[in-house]
């Protein structure tokens, strides 16, 4: 709250001091994110812009982020939250600051992330779903209106998983004990629920973390926590295309959108078990055939750091393009139910050292 | 699987006579699916079609339900599951009776829904993702690889609530207790998780449900034994858009797809909250306008049985295609976040007899 009302107050100060007033930030442009190579994460170079109430737009921007921090300060001190999409409806009852879509309002909470430093979820303000779900040995306390509750993620959930908050932050989700040895972040809910039935994480002390396709950032947050605070390996596992190979790095690397916090969101360990385009090979899985449209991301990613520095990447992305054909992860079922479980992620897990 | 066998054991039998095997099945095409009006669901008629191997499609049809069938029996026997997508990949070890596509894998788990008059979930066959939640004072036992768990689904839960298992036929869910009033099942997951974050369940004794767009089996199975075995009246709180029109009616009367089991997923007695045409007139809703192709939509639901026997929604359609525009739940947040559990929520389930 001090640091959105120093904002406000900056602005308040310009005023009585019969400025125009004005704004800075980081330029949140494509040319002023850099891909930190000795971090392994995308963040915001040195390139600053400057927002004046000048013109028309610029002092409707002003006007908006004062109303939207005045919405958050009124939810912090009423313990509320809500969605993204309901702070632009909200908006609506604010007459010229009344945002025009939803991508202005979204826009908007993350430049207060920017300037203040704290999180949207500090802010309250939330996605419309989350959706990721984890399975494993592991305690989790979590806030509830009737104060923290404890879970364990594999006794006191049914097979379906522990659903994971949008709020993952320290005062609000705390992780407890475990004696899982590694995380396994897994794109479909399908080998999700694979991996239970078959009894892996058990056998093989995982915590299973299902992506639900592109994670949000409450679940990239969460891998992030459990590979820093219980010193756990995270590995990824998702279909064999292109977009996939980008929910592996968004875990790994960050996001460009999030580039201003992938310190709290980005596990630059993370390792990709597949599927690579060397499984199709020498698994023989069933495929289909690269549209396009997928020849073209796979093109965009030999030019994209965080898979152009990488040698595995290039070769991997390389022979794909070659071979002209995708797979998914539940293709390992041509093998039986069991083949993902008994073979395929053993000697995976193994060649990397995991198992 | 003595249903099963039976169907296996009838072409046995054929071939074992010398004669060229067929199956006998109602036919599944649109012109033999009737709105049953006494019992407000759809339900197939009498036309039955006939399969025969003396082609080699048809052999090819024949050999593939004994291949699955096989599949099914054998998951039974080791208690194991499977997703659609996994049978249609198990499907490449079967030589000639490899599937070409995953519509034709469910196509057929289908038929033999039907033939054998038992239910997918039966097979132990269930979709990728179900994704569904609950929330509410009613407890619930699933049944877990460690015998039968039991859930408070207020109690022992975050806020994200309950996740439904995909299968909640008897044997695998029992709905035990519960002192609530009415179920409401919920299109978006920022409204579910609003009405839980305002108290709206304790406040009013409401069991929640998170429909996530258009609702899964095991979603609209569970409204309907809420319903039936609890007495709860079940009311449905959408978008007001053309598309939100028919997740309602898909609670409500079933889906043509699935008119082979319409008496076990519908609950014909589900009333409609809103979000209507009504609604955004009477209560200044911010809107989007229609497209085209929502405008056909409502155009053909003008036809579709489930809502041209009702004057309720004959109005309400034609009231939204003569205004052209659309609104969502999460508009109320113009009037702020405690609006539509204050006022929207309260005057439209007293005006439904519900409160």
């Given at each position: 709250m001090s640091s959105l009302t120093s904002i406000v107050g900056g602005i308040y100060d310009q005023l009585d001091a019969g400025d125009v007033p004005v704004m800075e930030l980081p330029l949140?442009?494509?040319?002023?994110?850099?891909?930190d190579t000795q971090h392994s994460v995308w963040t915001y170079g040195d390139l600053r812009t400057t927002r004046t109430s000048k013109t028309v737009q610029g002092a409707q921007m002003m006007l908006r982020t004062i109303y939207t921090a005045d919405f958050i300060n009124e939810m912090i001190r009423e313990g509320k939250s809500s969605t993204l999409r309901e702070m632009y409806y909200i908006s609506?009852?604010?007459?010229?600051?009344?945002?025009?879509s939803q991508d202005e309002s979204n826009l908007l909470a993350e430049d207060l992330e920017i300037v203040s430093r704290c999180m949207r979820e500090d802010f309250k303000l939330r996605p419309e779903e989350s959706g990721a779900h984890v399975y494993g040995n592991v305690d989790v306390s979590t806030m509830t209106k009737k104060g923290m509750k404890k879970f364990?993620?594999?006794?006191?959930?049914?097979?379906?998983g522990f659903a994971v908050p949008y709020n993952v932050e320290r005062e609000n989700f705390e992780i407890g004990g475990t004696d899982a040895k590694f995380v396994m972040a897994i794109e479909t809910g399908g080998m999700f629920a694979r991996l239970i039935e078959n009894g892996f994480p058990e056998r093989h002390g995982a915590i299973l973390v299902h992506l639900?396709?592109?994670?949000?950032r409450s679940t990239r947050r969460l891998i992030k926590r459990l590979n820093e605070e219980k010193g756990l390996p995270v590995t990824v596992f998702t279909d064999g295309d292109p977009w996939s190979f980008r929910i592996f790095a968004s875990v790994a690397y960050g996001a460009i959108k999030t580039a201003h916090i992938s310190e709290y969101l980005a596990t630059p360990t993370a390792q990709f078990i597949g599927i690579t385009a060397s499984d199709i090979l020498n698994y023989k899985l069933p495929t289909d055939k690269l549209s396009d449209k997928d020849i073209g991301a796979l093109t965009a990613e030999l030019s994209d750091p965080r898979f152009s520095n990488d040698e595995f990447w290039v070769n991997e992305i390389q022979a794909m393009k070659e071979m002209k054909e995708k797979s998914e992860q539940q293709a390992l079922a041509k093998y039986g139910l069991d083949f993902v479980t008994d073979s395929y992620l053993p000697e995976k897990l193994g060649d990397m050292g995991v198992l």
């Open positions: 949140r442009s494509k040319k002023n994110i850099e891909f609506e009852g604010w007459e010229h600051a009344k945002f025009n364990n993620c594999m006794d006191d959930v049914a097979e379906t639900s396709g592109q994670p949000a």
